[in-house]
């Protein structure tokens, strides 16, 4: 028999709007009430909010009120990048015993990033008896978890190489803006001196692989660098002329080169793919033609991971543990 999770959906941002309608249409989920900050939304119903969906309940602006009332078996978790910021959210819902899916780009593998952050999380899902894993489709899948995942039939690694092109045209406004298209050259490189700019989850991805490859993940690196665009591009968010910034290329690799991962999101980008080679016994190349669609598989691969996050131990995980997330046949 297929079990049903009461769903709560925390974060009604772009993302948490387009997840809930797309749990709601899953016969494994029961979307039954969401929590978000902003106090225009409290009270509201949640069908009012995520129009064209059968979702139950309210929106409520407290976690704790969220619990008592809605009775979660698991919070989708969908407000920010930042692992510091997401763990207020995250704890007490863990020791409530709600299990935490969240798109948080830190979550996926912050151990050694973040270890105390890590702990505090750790100690609040076996308290609650809850797991929680941070997990999208960059990170959480085709820079990491994927280039693991096909690792499996071969007998030995020697290089791993992951490429990811993104048209960001074709992508959510925030996220235009998010990767710098329409900034300047020189207004692109104050942000990136500024801190906190680009894509996150990148030294995350890498140490995920570091660990499934067991390289030693001393001396990892990354970069951040423009994009410029050679023509015009005209998006429903953005603007961009010839010379001006289309978005950005960031990547990272362990000390030794063994393990690189590469990133291009810009808009206008000719030929999107999602590209993984293993050289090893035997050589593995796979391509994605056209890439995974970032904002539909960040849903999917979330609502995916529910079944096999409620079967996990409880605490933090990674992709690395839970039972294997699959889609479901419709």
Not at 57 to 82: M, N
Not at 174 to 194: I, M, N, S, Y
Not at 314 to 323: A, H, I, Q, V, W
Request: aromatic share 4%.
């Amino acid at each position: 028999m297929t079990q049903r999770h009461r769903v709560l959906q925390v974060g009604l941002g772009p993302i948490g709007i387009e997840m809930a309608r797309r749990a709601a249409r899953r016969p494994n989920l029961a979307v039954v009430g969401a929590v978000d900050i902003d106090p225009k939304l409290e009270g509201k119903l949640l069908k009012d909010v995520v129009t064209g969906a059968e979702v139950e309940g309210h929106v409520v602006t407290s976690l704790e009120q969220a619990v008592a009332r809605f009775r979660p078996d698991v919070a989708l978790v969908t407000t920010v990048s930042d692992l510091a910021r997401a763990v207020p959210t995250c704890v007490p819902l863990l020791r409530a015993g709600v299990h935490v899916v969240s798109t948080c780009e830190e979550m996926a593998f912050p151990f050694l990033t973040h270890p105390g952050l890590c702990k505090e999380l750790d100690e609040a899902g076996k308290s609650g008896k809850a797991a929680c894993v941070g997990t999208g489709i960059n990170p959480g899948f085709v820079l990491d978890f994927l280039p693991a995942a096909l690792s499996g039939p071969m007998d030995r690694v020697r290089l791993v190489r992951a490429y990811r092109v993104v048209d960001a045209a074709k992508r959510r406004g925030p996220l235009q803006q998010k990767v710098g298209a329409g900034l300047t050259p020189e207004e692109f490189a104050a942000k990136v001196r500024g801190g906190g700019f680009g894509h996150r989850g990148f030294m995350e991805s890498l140490h995920l692989l570091c660990s499934a490859f067991h390289v030693d993940p001393t001396g990892c690196s990354t970069f951040i660098r423009p994009v410029i665009s050679p023509k015009e591009v005209k998006t429903d968010f953005v603007h961009v002329m010839p010379g001006q910034v289309a978005g950005i290329h960031q990547g990272a690799q362990d000390a030794t080169g063994r393990i690189v991962l590469d990133l291009q999101m810009y808009v206008g980008a000719d030929q999107p793919h999602d590209r993984i080679e293993l050289t090893g016994e035997p050589n593995i190349a796979v391509q994605v033609e056209g890439g995974y669609h970032g904002d539909v598989a960040t849903c999917a691969i979330s609502l995916n991971a529910i079944d096999s996050v409620r079967r996990a131990s409880p605490g933090l995980r990674s992709m690395l543990d839970l039972p294997t997330v699959h889609a479901w046949m419709s």
